[in-house]
């Protein structure tokens, strides 16, 4: 992983700083190690289409010094979306806007990769009635009411969503984004084929692992043969799912050596599921931090494969992404909700704010019964307000009062807005 990568890099003679650059194995080279994470920015059209809001936004996320922004995910089908809100790219329709999204996201020197997905049966009944999944399994349980039962992918389906990521794949790097992730965790369909519980076929695609995974090669040979070796691919991967039977550490580590193997740029190391949040998955928390996601498997996968890792989740101080990048756990720091309510957090630190910290607000309504309910939709909507103000040209807002947040996400998206949704914590 980091001392193997490094050993190509200029890096050899010394640790890694957030301030270097990295070389991927394609040959592109991203000019610090500080990744903005995928969140769900809720700014594409009724139609799905990608707007100016977001190309403000990422013009500002750019210019704030963040080596990579990975987008939000952009669904390969404009007929199953994930959340209200989401873009999807399936043809050239709306290439004058992506590429104006590609020119703001690369000023300042900046990587803009777009994460490219396919929710699968996590598509709520509010926004499509018709979802798809490896298996006709649901969600039951407090969730059922949410979702539609999904109806199993035949063959030629999943062939031809394959086909639907790589040409994602094209029209993107064609519009001008410098790479591509794939989105296979989360809950989300390259993670429904992934899990045992959501995978009970008994075709190619599912029983032993190697088969569960064959969806998830697909697609990366798929890209790999439109986009050619020189552009880079990642993967976004559960550690785990967190859930008995479900998708394990071991699975990960196996996943993600196959992926190595055959090429991948890099792997962005997360976890958990709507039903499974983060901080409900890690078992290896670094006690002095308390909240550094994924850092146990991270350095459970030192030394495997040699290709870049990002690990996202929990940074929010200076000093903890720097030695994390250190020990080699790590070669990329992923930052999410840091860089909403600092979007220039990367200039701050890499100008010699060597001890820079960003506080994220409790997110709240002054109805506690209101709290209780909503819960983490509460955190969401205010985080998806505050990327609306600042593609606005306003201040992300000083008080963590979600009540404005919440009522503008109900206009916005209507009740489709409050089905679960997964909560990413502190990333």
Sequence with gaps: MSSNHASADILATRQATLADPLTLPSGAVIKNRILKGAMNEALGDRGAHPTEPLVNLYRHWASGGTGLLLTGNVMVDPRQLGEPGNVAVEDE???????QWAQAGTENGAALWMQIN???????RTINQHPVAPSAIGFGGKYERFFSMPRELSRGEIEAIVGRF??????????GFTGVEIHGAHGYLVNQFLSPLDNHRTDEYGGSLENRMRFLTQIYRAMRDALGDDFPIGLKLNSSDGVEGGFSEQDALSVIETMAAMGLDLV????????????????GV???R???FFLDFARRLQGRVDI??????GFLAAPDMEEVLASGAADMIGIGRGLVVSPDLPNKILDGGSHETVSLPRVTTPVSAVDRALGSILVISWYEHQMCRLAEGKQVASSGDATVALMSTLRSHGLGALAPRRNSGRK
């Design 166 to 175: 790589a040409r994602t794949a094209v029209i993107a790097r064609d519009a």
């Design 93 to 99: 329709t709306d290439m004058d806007m992506l590429r």
């Design 290 to 292: 308390g909240t550094i």
């Design 268 to 283: 962005e190391i997360s976890g958990g599921t709507y039903t499974k949040p983060p901080v409900d998955v890690v078992d």
């Design 286 to 288: 670094d006690p002095r």
């Design 118 to 124: 396919h929710p699968g049966k996590q598509s709520p």
């Design 308 to 313: 870049p890792v990002a690990l996202t989740g």
